[in-house]
């Protein structure tokens, strides 16, 4: 319940186990730096970007914002949002704005109000092996925020770049925005360098029908089908029931007989799922283990 923002850090620190609910109970502008955590080490001459640290095994819900929001991390620290659960804030669970080298893996988001995962103008982040249910607003999974001049330092301005970053076995289901995922198409433009994107072996779905896919201000497309044929994204994804429970502990867990099961693609740098068992685990009972997607 605090008036703008319920926490914030330097570098290196550790969130764990920890319940931030219901700030910016004073409804500040969710867009600058309100909801339950913001990190930012500073703006051009503020800081030099090296903000880091893991955040995770938390409950982050009820925000009137952001869930969790890093800004402006640039520097060469570990920024890890893993195994937390993301619940009813009131824009995106997790952003990423301005920031090289992050990791989001194992979290479970849903009904927050503007989606589950932004990334905004950052390289290099990786997003793994997380189920997004129910959220609402624009995009459930959304790469976005260029043209965007950065700093000057005197001999010309520097733009923010869309570089190397992966979306795998990953989980949207029963999304509420208007689109499943947006990506921004390959460029070269100087001030709009967008290449080396990676996002394959999640799955889609809504029980009513109705996905949608874009690339930003090229095209769309109202089936994964489509989205496959017309882009080089998301070959190895699927869009069938992913048989989740919402009565389980946690919930939304995928049944056994669940096509998330063994199905995720491999080498991934995760060792364990949201509730710690091993991953990859052979869920299926086939004798081989591979890890689910999710």
Partial sequence: HNGMLGLTFGTNALVRQCTIISNNCRHFN?????????IIPGICGGGDGAAGGVIEESEIAWNYGYGIWFDQCTGDYPRIVRNNYLHHNQATAVMIEISKGAQVYNNLMVSNGNGGIR???????????????????????YVYG??????????GI??????????????????????DL???????????????????????????????????????????????????????SLSVDPLLSASTAPPWAPGPDSPLVDRGAAGLPVNADYRSYPRPLDGNADGTA????G
């Fill in 119 to 141: 990334l905004s103008a950052s390289d290099g982040i990786k997003v793994y092996h997380n189920t997004l249910v129910g959220n609402s607003g624009w995009a459930d999974l």
């Fill in 146 to 155: 260029i043209p965007r001049a950065l700093c000057s330092d005197g001999s």
């Fill in 290 to 293: 591979e890890p689910d997607r």
């Fill in 30 to 38: 969710v867009d600058h730096h309100a909801g339950g955590m913001k």
């Fill in 182 to 236: 947006v990506l921004m198409p390959e460029s070269t433009s100087a001030a709009q360098v967008v290449r080396g994107n990676l996002c394959h072996h999640n799955l889609y779905y809504r029980p009513g029908g109705g996905l949608r896919f874009a690339l930003a201000g090229v095209a769309s497309w109202n089936s994964l089908a489509d989205w496959q044929t017309h882009t080089t994204n998301d070959a190895d």
């Fill in 158 to 179: 520097t733009w923010a770049t869309i570089v190397s970053n992966e979306i795998v076995n990953n989980a949207v289901y029963d999304s509420r925005c208007q689109y």
